[in-house]
T-cell receptor, first 111, second 114 residues
Framework: GDSVTQMEGPVTLSEEAFLTINCTYTATGYPSLFWYVQYPGEGLQLLLK?????DKGSNKGFEATYRKETTSFHLEKGSVQVSDSAVYFCALSLNDYKLSFGAGTTVTVRA | GAGVSQTPSNKVTEKGKYVELRCDPISGHTALYWYRQSLGQGPEFLIYFQGTGAADDSGLPNDRFFAVRPEGSVSTLKIQRTERGDSAVYLCASSADRGNSPLHFGNGTRLTVT
């Protein structure tokens, strides 16, 4: 079935460090890919998305590129802040409403 | 403006009891979704409403689970004869429509079955 595998956490890093969270997917068709983020005490919210191969999604300094050849959608940020501490979820969708999520990666940024 | 509201935020019930979980979507959003998130896992799709009708209920785990949205706004997820394995965070989301509209999630209801 359609699924997402993302890097296990937790990830702890210092402010201004480079962050990468790996995400690979398995799908029978051509999915749209998403990164959702859950800040402490808040609901899940969409961080960025890409709908076709080679698209790059970006938001709040985060980027992810849809790589069909490697079935990947890795999340990157060049310089993290304490406020980026959150749980990050990679997800795919084949039909615009049913999302399949990865298990989530907890990121903690220390000052 | 107001986001997706879920009540209660926490619910503790005994095995075998019936529970109802409520979701108030963002006003005007026609699409509504229920997901379930078990500890250490990502959310899993349960059901999707477009207006009043359940367009896809393929994620409901068994016939103890049922959801309604009678007026196309508020939705209630109903669980009969609860089991300890039903313990999870139940998430509701809404969107302006299917397609490119982003999903807006509530904070969830944490259900604990003792």
């Amino acid at each position: 079935g359609d699924s997402v595998t993302q890097m296990e956490g937790p990830v702890t890093l210092s402010e201004e460090a480079f962050l990468t969270i790996n995400c690979t997917y398995t799908a029978t068709g051509y999915p749209s890919l998403f990164w959702y983020v859950q800040y402490p005490g808040e609901g899940l919210q969409l961080l960025l998305k890409a709908t076709k191969a080679d698209d790059k999604g970006s938001n709040k300094g985060f980027e992810a590129t849809y790589r069909k050849e490697t079935t990947s959608f890795h999340l990157e940020k060049g310089s993290v802040q304490v406020s980026d501490s959150a749980v990050y979820f990679c997800a795919l969708s084949l039909n615009d409403y049913k999302l399949s999520f990865g298990a989530g990666t907890t990121v903690t940024v220390r000052a | 403006g107001a986001g997706v509201s879920q009540t209660p935020s926490n619910k503790v019930t005994e095995k075998g009891k019936y529970v109802e979980l409520r979701c108030d979507p963002i006003s005007g959003h026609t699409a509504l979704y229920w997901y379930r998130q078990s500890l250490g896992q990502g959310p899993e799709f349960l059901i999707y409403f477009q207006g009043t009708g359940a367009a896809d209920d393929s994620g409901l785990p068994n016939d103890r689970f049922f959801a309604v949205r009678p007026e196309g706004s508020v939705s209630t997820l109903k669980i009969q004869r609860t089991e300890r394995g039903d313990s999870a965070v139940y998430l509701c989301a809404s969107s302006a429509d299917r397609g490119n509209s982003p999903l807006h999630f509530g904070n969830g209801t944490r259900l604990t079955v003792t």
